[in-house]
């Protein structure tokens, strides 16, 4: 599922070289989901290896989003629907605000560094927030069955109120292999990946039940911190 790093690129990453410079021209840029305001072209949808079939997000007037699942796909695991769109850039943070289905279980998320086949999803970083949780999992397929794998990193016990607007952030670096992750006004929770090869590549997912996404934002470098430091 991982391809282990041989030591010196754990080296180099430990020091900081960058992969690849930020561009110059890089802004923020904020896309909407808005029905008419963000370019689909850009945006590519995906399935999970044991999908027969690529699902879509609904377009709502202010949103994309999930409509429910039945039970036979929750029971397969096939009640995902997942888009993706490449950031172009190796340091960067991306921030989406969403709203979380009335259903239980319902957990929309976001994916990073994702490994592709065609439009399937093979490998990838998954970020889903439930009412309950920010959970923080490493995917992967298996090689003979192709079902998708969940390696369980890391959970934040954390209430969120499904009726309400939330904001996941997620800053990543290839140079370092970290990612530092912040639902709402959490404290900030930073992971190293030392034998996961970051990219540019970022996406969201809903996964379980209804879910909505409003708007994603893109920015270069990155606002979440590393380390923690005093107040000013």
């Given at each position: 599922?991982?391809?282990?790093?041989?030591?010196?690129?754990?080296?180099?990453?430990?020091?900081?070289?960058?992969?690849?410079?930020?561009?110059?021209?890089?802004?923020?840029?904020?896309?909407?989901?808005?029905?008419?305001?963000?370019?689909?072209?850009?945006?590519?949808?995906?399935?999970?290896?044991?999908?027969?079939?690529?699902?879509?997000?609904?377009?709502?007037?202010?949103?994309?989003?999930?409509?429910?699942?039945?039970?036979?796909?929750?029971?397969?695991?096939?009640?995902?629907?997942?888009?993706?769109?490449?950031?172009?850039?190796?340091?960067?943070?991306?921030?989406?605000?969403?709203?979380?289905?009335?259903?239980?279980?319902?957990?929309?998320?976001?994916?990073?560094?994702?490994?592709?086949?065609g439009q399937e999803l093979e490998a990838g970083i998954a970020v889903f927030v439930a009412?309950?949780?920010?959970?923080?999992?490493?995917?992967?397929?298996?090689?003979?069955?192709?079902?998708?794998?969940?390696?369980?990193?890391?959970?934040?016990?954390?209430?969120?109120?499904?009726?309400?607007?939330?904001?996941?952030?997620?800053?990543?670096?290839?140079?370092?292999?970290?990612?530092?992750?912040?639902?709402?006004?959490?404290?900030?929770?930073?992971?190293?990946?030392?034998?996961?090869?970051?990219?540019?590549?970022?996406?969201?997912?809903?996964?379980?039940?209804?879910?909505?996404?409003?708007?994603?934002?893109?920015?270069?470098?990155?606002?979440?911190?590393?380390?923690?430091?005093?107040?000013?």
């Open positions: 599922m991982m391809k282990r790093a041989l030591p010196v690129l754990c080296l180099i990453a430990a020091v900081g070289l960058p992969a690849r410079p930020t561009p110059a021209h890089a802004e923020e840029r904020t896309i909407s989901f808005a029905e008419g305001q963000w370019d689909a072209a850009a945006w590519t949808p995906l399935r999970l290896p044991m999908q027969t079939q690529v699902r879509t997000f609904v377009q709502r007037p202010d949103c994309v989003g999930t409509d429910s699942f039945t039970e036979e796909d929750i029971g397969q695991g096939l009640d995902n629907v997942l888009l993706v769109t490449d950031s172009g850039l190796d340091e960067g943070e991306f921030e989406v605000v969403f709203r979380i289905g009335p259903e239980r279980g319902a957990a929309p998320g976001v994916f990073l560094s994702p490994t592709l086949a009412d309950y949780t920010m959970a923080v999992w490493l995917v992967g397929t298996d090689p003979e069955t192709r079902a998708t794998q969940y390696d369980h990193l890391v959970r934040l016990a954390r209430w969120q109120d499904p009726s309400a607007q939330h904001v996941l952030r997620c800053r990543y670096s290839k140079a370092r292999g970290m990612v530092a992750l912040q639902v709402d006004d959490s404290d900030v929770v930073v992971l190293r990946f030392p034998d996961y090869e970051l990219n540019s590549q970022m996406g969201i997912w809903g996964c379980h039940g209804t879910c909505d996404f409003y708007r994603v934002t893109i920015r270069p470098e990155g606002t979440l911190p590393w380390s923690g430091a005093p107040a000013e």
